[in-house]
Structure formats: C-alpha cells, structure tokens
T-cell receptor, first 114, second 115 residues
Framework: AQKVTQAQTEISVVEKEDVTLDCVYE???????LFWYKQPPSGELVFLIR??????QNEISGRYSWNFQKSTSSFNFTITASQVVDSAVYFC???????????FGTGTRLTIIP | DGGITQSPKYLFRKEGQNVTLSCEQN?????MYWYRQDPGQGLRLIYY???????QKGDIAEGYSVSREKKESFPLTVTSAQKNPTAFYLC??????????????FGPGTRLTVT
C-alpha cells in the first residue's frame, strides 16, 4: 500500500513569486511511479508529470520543475514566476509497480494573487 | 479530439432515488476508473475496470454499482444505499502495461447533489 502526504493545505503567493509544493510518499514497493496532477476551478484533473522510482533526475518543463529525492521520499513541485492561471488544486499521487490503484494525496490549493 | 466525457455536469436527485452517471472515452484505453472527491479531500477510488466485462471494487464501493459492457463506456450507478452521495464524481481512463506506469486521464466530472 502507498501513502501520500501533502502537508500544505493552502498556499497563497503574489504573482511572479516562486512557489514549491511539497509531496512526501510512503511505499514498500522498490519500483513505483509518482505523479502530479492539476485541478483548476473547472474540476477536471490535468496530468502534469510521471516519474519512475529508478530515475532521480530532476525535470524542468517551462516554469515547472520537479525535484525527486528518494532519500527523503519526496517529490516536490516548483512553479517559477507564478501566474494567476496557476491557481488550482495540485495533487501528488503514487502507484506501486504492478498495482492498479493510484493513491492520491489530499491536495494543495494554490492561489496566485495578482 | 480524443478525450473523456462525463454527463451531465450537474445532477440533482431526491434521496432514495438511484442515479446513473455517464462516462465515455474515445482514447482506446483498456482501463477505466471512478473516483469520488469530497471538499478538502483527495480522490477516493470507487470502482475500476481493466478490461471489458470485468471490474473490481475500490476503497469505497459500498452503495455504488458499475458495468463495463463496452470498452468505451463505464457508467456508475449511485444507489439509495449510499449514505452520503452528494459529491464530485470523476471518471478516468488509462492504458494498461506490464510496467504499470500508466498515467490516468480524467473527465470533467459530475457534481451530484442529493436532497
């Protein structure tokens, strides 16, 4: 079984500031996958990234970057130069190898203040 | 355009009535899922199906039923046995592979209100 903890319930930052969303996971699987999803006010979850447990390289996609550290069981998400359109609820999730069920954290509500 | 459709966006029912939520996908995905989301909470898995004519209970299946007669469709029925049916319901689909590294893609959701 997996467990995902997103300790930050709500974060508010002023536009153009950088912001980091924390995600800590627990799993007994040696091979697993981590995900981030964005849920804008419309409600639909939008897939952002998938990371395999055997690949600890950080990833950057435009203003988004992800820091995966197995030593601390963390998979943090940073938005650089935040924009109002980044306002949403962000979910971190974990899937063990061979499992069929994705485990979600409780989400972090991010508000970007113009 | 490929994607997942859920209808309707908003649904209102009286207590004691069964209601069926629609989910259709044209992504040619084998697996489909139903989640429930309550305010301030994460997503909880209700049912999932890896293949046509087969489905499994998730973490909160009581009071719900599903069918998977076609690859494209995975309707969810909220029965009168569900004690707190008012919630936001999300349908998702994914490919299936031996590695299990299959990201799920979500529909727009149906907000069900039961009074």
């Amino acid at each position: 079984a997996q467990k995902v903890t997103q300790a930050q319930t709500e974060i508010s930052v002023v536009e153009k500031e950088d912001v980091t969303l924390d995600c800590v996971y627990e799993t007994r699987d040696t091979t697993y996958y981590l995900f981030w999803y964005k849920q804008p006010p419309s409600g639909e979850l939008v897939f952002l990234i998938r990371r395999n447990s055997f690949d600890e390289q950080n990833e950057i996609s435009g203003r988004y970057s992800w820091n995966f550290q197995k030593s601390t069981s963390s998979f943090n998400f940073t938005i650089t130069a935040s924009q109002v359109v980044d306002s949403a609820v962000y979910f971190c999730a974990c899937l063990g190898f061979g499992n069929e069920k994705l485990t979600f954290g409780t989400g972090t509500r991010l508000t970007i203040i113009p | 355009d490929g994607g997942i459709t859920q209808s309707p966006k908003y649904l209102f029912r009286k207590e004691g009535q069964n209601v069926t939520l629609s989910c259709e996908q044209n992504l040619n995905h084998d697996a489909m899922y139903w989640y429930r989301q309550d305010p301030g909470q994460g997503l909880r898995l209700i049912y999932y199906s890896q293949i046509v004519n087969d489905f499994q209970k998730g973490d909160i299946a009581e009071g719900y039923s599903v069918s998977r007669e076609k690859k494209e469709s995975f309707p969810l029925t909220v029965t009168s046995a569900q004690k707190n049916p008012t919630a936001f319901y999300l349908c998702a689909s994914s490919t299936t592979s031996p590695t299990g590294a299959n990201e799920q893609y979500f529909g727009p959701g149906t907000r069900l209100t039961v009074t």
